[in-house]
Every structure is written in C-alpha cells, then in structure tokens.
C-alpha cells in the first residue's frame, strides 16, 4: 500500500489472488488506482501446501467475484499466469505483485514473464520471500537489485529500463 500511495501507482497486476484480501486493502487504502487486475486460475496445484481441494478454489473465486463485482477499477481474470500475461503490452502496468505458485519453476517463469509489463520506474514485488522457491528465483533474477519490505517477507525491484 505504501508503495503504491508513495508512486501514485494507477495501474496494477495481482498474480496469485486466492480470495482477494491484498486487493481490497488497496482498494480501501489507494485513491489512485484507476485499473487493478486479479489474475489466478483458481485450481488445484501440486505445491499447494495447504492441499486445498477445486470446490475450496470455486469459492474463493466466487467470493472474488462477489467482493469485487460493483468496482469497474477491477478485472478477475481466471486464467494462468502465462494466459494472462498475453493479455497485456510491454511496458504497461506501474505495479505488478507476484504471490501465485512459490516453486522455483513457477516464480522464475512469472517473473520473467512479468517484468516485460512493468513500466521503466514500475515495480515488480512479490511475496513470500521467505519460501526456498521464491527466495532461490528472485535471487537469481535479481542479485543483489532487490530490497526487502514487512518483514523480510516482500521482495521489491524497481525497474530501471525498458529491458
């Protein structure tokens, strides 16, 4: 929220949504957004720690729905990460927050995908920094042109080029 209050961010992509919380403390507490785009395909994944079964996943994204159906500032996009990211131009989004699938794999692939849509002086962050998965991608991406925020817990890069 800070970062986004502090940058006058009016563009941002949520990767990883589950049931909505971060995205409606934004929209409480950030006059600014003008577009904020949910993107989680709301299905079961093998990494899933909590194991949760798709009629858990068909009610976090109808409650999604739900929390979010009379704001126009918001899209639901359920779709995978690399769907999703078709849907946008290089270059496009002030902010895009990465907390979907935390393996390896997975967090590299969003954030290379990702970083394209951020704008020069945009910011790609993601959470759970703490998990091995998480931690190893950004580190690899990112050495050492990464700060940490709440805890140690959110990871911040501010892109600096168009590349």
Same mark, same amino acid.
């Given at each position: 929220i800070? %970062?986004?209050?502090?940058?006058?961010?009016?563009?941002?992509?949520?990767v990883?949504v589950l049931?909505?919380y971060?995205?409606?403390?934004i929209?409480r507490?950030?006059?600014?957004?003008?577009?904020?785009y949910?993107? *989680?395909?709301?299905?079961?994944?093998?990494?899933d720690?909590?194991?949760?079964?798709?009629?858990?996943w068909?009610?976090?994204? +109808?409650?999604?729905?739900?929390?979010?159906?009379?704001?126009?500032?918001?899209?639901?996009?359920?779709?995978?990460?690399i769907?999703?990211?078709?849907?946008?131009?290089?270059?496009?989004? *002030? %902010?895009?927050?990465?907390d979907? *699938?935390?393996s390896y794999?997975?967090?590299?692939?969003?954030?290379?995908?990702w970083?394209s849509?951020?704008?020069v002086?945009?910011? %790609?962050?993601? *959470?759970?920094?703490?998990? +091995?998965g &998480?931690?190893? +991608? &950004?580190?690899e991406?990112?050495?050492?042109?990464?700060?940490?925020?709440?805890?140690?817990?959110v990871?911040v890069?501010?892109?600096e080029?168009?590349t």
């Amino acid at each position: 929220i800070k %970062l986004i209050n502090d940058n006058e961010f009016k563009t941002i992509v949520e990767v990883g949504v589950l049931d909505g919380y971060t995205a409606d403390n934004i929209r409480r507490f950030c006059e600014t957004v003008e577009k904020y785009y949910l993107i *989680d395909q709301w299905k079961v994944f093998e990494s899933d720690t909590k194991k949760r079964n798709q009629d858990i996943w068909d009610v976090k994204y +109808a409650n999604a729905c739900k929390k979010f159906e009379d704001d126009v500032r918001f899209t639901i996009i359920r779709k995978s990460s690399i769907e999703a990211f078709e849907l946008f131009k290089p270059n496009s989004i *002030d %902010l895009v927050f990465i907390d979907a *699938d935390h393996s390896y794999e997975y967090c590299k692939q969003d954030i290379y995908l990702w970083h394209s849509i951020v704008s020069v002086g945009g910011i %790609l962050c993601g *959470d759970d920094y703490g998990r +091995a998965g &998480v931690r190893e +991608a &950004v580190n690899e991406a990112y050495p050492k042109k990464f700060s940490l925020m709440k805890k140690n817990r959110v990871w911040v890069v501010r892109k600096e080029n168009k590349t």
